[in-house]
């Protein structure tokens, strides 16, 4: 099925250290989501997006829906261990109520 | 909050058996649930979607005699892998959503099956 692209694939950063990381698609979407992975757990929403240019908060996590609806950018502040996990982000599309993944981003954060 | 679950958290049977997974939504309705797949360090692919009543609709290349799928109740869903082989060894992950598909889906815990 079709996926969408994150990048960077995997990543080691320094603990306090900023990350950032993206997701594009050639199709446009009306919903942006960003979801984080533990192992052997299933996904946990971190941040949903429905607008263009919309910029959304959650604590250090800063996500952003991008201008021409075909990307989102996650951001995640001062690193800490437990932010190690993968990274995921979902689109929607109009007229649909299936969400079509990103192919991931693993975070490993040294200490 | 959204509270999905999912039984058993692993498996393991040997090839031929047939594998029931159980997800439940447990503080809200849902008429429509999905079913993932994930193999190691890829993504989340969707197999099919479970609607309450009705039969599920299975994506493009998924066998639906092989991973049967019932939704008796409206916090209930269960996907039975039937015949399972080595290859269907992977990590299944339902999700379903207490607000409509714009607020995102809550997943459960997933589950680990380990097919010998």
């Known amino acids: 099925g079709q996926q969408l692209n994150q990048s960077p694939q995997s990543m080691f950063i320094q603990e306090g250290e900023d990350v950032s990381m993206n997701c594009t698609s050639s199709?446009?979407?009306?919903?942006w989501l960003w979801y984080k992975q533990d192992p052997g757990e299933g996904p946990v929403l971190l941040i949903a997006?429905?607008?263009?240019?919309e910029l959304t908060s959650n604590g250090r996590l800063t996500a952003q829906f991008g201008i021409t609806r075909k990307d989102s950018f996650l951001n995640i502040s001062a690193s800490i261990p437990s932010d190690v996990g993968i990274y995921f982000c979902?689109?929607?599309?109009?007229?649909?109520?299936?969400?079509?993944f990103g192919t991931g981003t693993r975070l490993k954060v040294l200490a | 909050g959204a509270v999905v679950s999912q039984h058993p958290s692993r498996v393991i049977c040997k090839s031929g058996t047939s594998v029931k997974i159980e997800c439940r939504s447990l503080?809200?309705?849902?008429?429509?649930m999905f079913w993932y797949r994930q193999f190691p360090k890829q993504s989340l692919m969707l197999m099919a979607t479970?609607?309450?009543?009705?039969?599920?609709?299975?994506e493009q290349g998924v066998e639906k005699d092989k991973f049967l799928i019932n939704h008796a109740s409206l916090t209930l869903s269960t996907l039975t892998v039937t015949s399972a082989h080595p290859e269907d060894s992977s990590f299944y992950i339902c999700?379903?959503?207490?607000?409509?598909?714009?607020?995102?889906?809550?997943f459960g815990s997933g589950t680990r099956l380990t097919v010998v």
């Open positions: 999700s379903a959503s207490p607000q409509g598909a714009a607020y995102g889906y809550t």
């Open positions: 199709s446009i979407f009306n919903t």
């Open positions: 997006l429905y607008k263009a240019g």
């Open positions: 979902a689109g929607l599309a109009s007229g649909t109520y299936k969400y079509i």
């Open positions: 503080d809200f309705q849902a008429t429509t």
């Open positions: 479970s609607n309450e009543g009705s039969k599920a609709t299975y």
